[in-house]
């Protein structure tokens, strides 16, 4: 299903574009240095899906190989908990601190007395412990009974808590546990009176929109026409289509919002013209997507900024992954992650659908795999192979 939506640019927040716009990258940038590793994650080109699908080109920057957690949630959670430890870090010295002095022994005498926590799907959580861990602070990760045990015991946390009922259920949890102890936290989603933190965790995915710029260009082609974006609160979809759209021009390039039919809060809110939540029904293999009250400042900048929303299948997900693993050379690319492809797909087999979107042997596509395979065993079920056979054959090709 597709929800043709008009963009209402003029009603961009001044802060939102701020803090996602074309000067962003640049202050996420020196907190990579935290990470030692600051290399770009590859961009591949899917030529042979794009003549399938009868577009020009079709570009997947693949986040399965970022800073050794296998998603794009490496840049956010973790960049907002060293952000926001490096303010408490110069309001407990009554100093300012370079971000290279967040690791000095001054600075982890000072982290020991902190906890920061959040709700996951697995993803988040991973990078919110990853940050605390390189500061020497402690964390404590809320995940719902959706989250398969192999995503939870690859969080990597000092507590992992897990709670009863959906991820809605455990993102209050996590609120109320963090006021009540005290601790901090970070979450990747926002409502009223708590925007701030879910915006920097945006913040951070907008390297990831400026390094595939970059690329794109080191390619000699041209921008972006149309951008796929996998969603499930919105954060990142938010962020990458609020960049791109103030780095390339808000007429040239479309956003389109891909969903679980199962789990599509913001088709929903797109629907019904403002913002509502998603009735479950049952379980998606999308797990990292299946979020059903989309965060208040994404819906907001999605309103602004999307084109069209749409949902896609459980077998129309399983299929993009096999596309993915199957090509020469092949990316690994979780549920979640391949859904992007998946709605891409779906667009275009439909001629109405390409006509409204204007996808062509013009147009130049976007996709993101947002992860690898975080569920082993579920990516073998799915594919056929396990994801460390699929890699070894990219890395004998790439050699």
Known sequence: MIHLHLPKYALLNAADKALLGIEAPGLV??????WRDERATPLVSLS??????QVGHMLLKDEGRRLSLGSFKALGGAYAVMTLFKRMLEDHLDDKVAVAQLVSPTAREFAA??????????????????????????????????????????????????????????????????????WLLVSDTSWEGYEEIPSLVAQGYTVLADEALSQIADLKLAPPTHVFLQAGV??????????????LGHDAVKTVIVEPDRAACLYASAKAG???SFTPTEPTIMAMLECYTPSLVAWRILDATASAF?????????????ALAFRDPPVVAGESGAAGLAGLLAAARDPRTREILGLNEESVVLLINTEGATDPASYERIVGSKPEDVLRKSDRIAS
Do not use: Q, W
Request: net charge negative; charged share 25%; glycine share 10%.
């Open 234 to 247: 919105g954060g990142f979809a938010s962020s990458i289509s609020l960049h791109l759209s103030e780095a």
């Open 113 to 182: 007395g902190i906890t920061f926590c959040c709700a996951t799907d697995g993803n988040h959580g991973k990078s919110v412990a990853a940050g605390a861990r390189i500061l020497g602070c402690k964390s404590v990760i809320f995940v719902h009974e959706g989250v398969t045990a192999a995503r939870a015991d690859a969080i990597g946390a000092d507590e992992v808590i897990r709670v009863s009922g959906n991820y809605d259920v455990s993102v209050d949890e996590a609120e109320r546990v963090a006021r009540e102890r005290g």
């Open 29 to 34: 940038r020196p907190y990579l240095t935290l």
């Open 310 to 322: 749409m949902t896609v299948t459980e077998e129309e997900a399983k299929d993009a992954m096999r």
């Open 48 to 53: 042979e899906i794009a003549a399938a699908a």
């Open 274 to 276: 403002r913002l509502t």
